[in-house]
């Protein structure tokens, strides 16, 4: 097991991050559901502002070796098709992993029995399905992990016109009324 | 700052710059990214456990990532405390089964028809979210802006499966 600072550090991010979720608006089913059907645009802009902001610091701060950095690897089928049947148990269940957990905070009974116990059973069938298949799960991963390192350009160049499109894009949201 | 405390609901935009600071601050903290799923699959060896016996903390999957607490399973914990919180002081807290919505459906407006789209919706969320690597939190957030390629193939993934299978059922 961790050590109990780092189970306190791990539960301080968490209470921190939940009580911005609730204040959000993102523990919603309506909100979320919302977005998915492209009728609140709640949930896109936090992603996409935390995206910027969390961008443009983790880079700053890795730079001058603060931070290590630890994108996630992957490969196209598997993120394809993994991130597919995750959408559809987002629409069908209104929430998704952390989101969940704050629902469950302000009283949602239907995130915390059926919810909860759904992805319980879906992680479990995923480690079955592993136990059997994780020579072709794993298989194919991309050769590198980030854009930067695919386009064999400095992060910055991705970084800069990255955030340009993004913070247009959020403008352009508000500009037509979402 | 007493009417923000107070506050129903903060602006996104604000919400968003937070997360961004406390994504910073969990790199230099605790030197780890954003995330939540994981945490799940860690906990289900202990169901899987029920009903197939103790064979399950044998299985690849759970020797990879071992069903013990560590930091991001109480990051977790911390969400739903963090949001109770924020739900008592803005007295939003409420125990309900039913959501509030207008968008009406007997998926979640009948009893039988919310357990059952939570259970099903719960399945594909935990198995999508371990097939695919991660979460709305772990991909959506952290990964996509660390520039990762195989979160922002995720991150459109979940929104275009979420939001065809949304406009058929809903």
Partial sequence: MESKSRLLKGLGTGIIFGFLLHRGGVTDYNVLVGQLLLEDFTVAKIILTAIVVGMIGVHFLSDRNIIELKPKSGSFQRTLSGGLIFGVGFALLGYCPGTIAGAIGQGSIDALIPGLLGIFTGSFLFAAFYEKFSDSIDKNNFKVDTFPELFKVNHWKVIIPLSAVIIIFLLWLESIGF | ?170
Wanted: glycine fraction near 12%; proline fraction near 2%; charge should be positive.
């Fill in chain 2, 1 to 170: 700052m007493k009417q923000l405390i107070f506050a129903g609901s903060w602006s996104p935009y604000l919400v968003g710059t937070l997360i961004g600071f406390l994504s910073w601050s969990s790199f230099i903290v605790s030197k780890k990214p954003l995330g939540t799923s994981t945490s799940y699959a860690r906990a289900s060896a202990k169901l899987g456990s029920i009903c197939c016996g103790d064979t399950v903390f044998d299985w690849k999957y759970y020797q990879k990532y071992k069903p013990e607490l560590e930091w991001q399973s109480m990051l977790v914990i911390g969400i739903v405390i963090g949001s109770f919180i924020s739900a008592v002081f803005s007295g939003e807290f409420n125990l309900s089964f039913i959501p509030q919505t207008e968008f009406k459906s007997i998926l979640n407006q009948n009893i039988m028809g919310r357990i059952f789209s939570a259970f099903i919706g719960g399945i594909m969320l935990g198995f999508g979210a371990r097939l695919a690597g991660g979460c709305t939190s772990g991909h959506g957030i952290s990964g996509a802006f660390q520039l990762s390629i195989a979160s922002w193939i995720s991150l459109i993934s979940f929104f275009v499966g979420g939001a065809a299978a949304a406009f058929l059922i809903l």
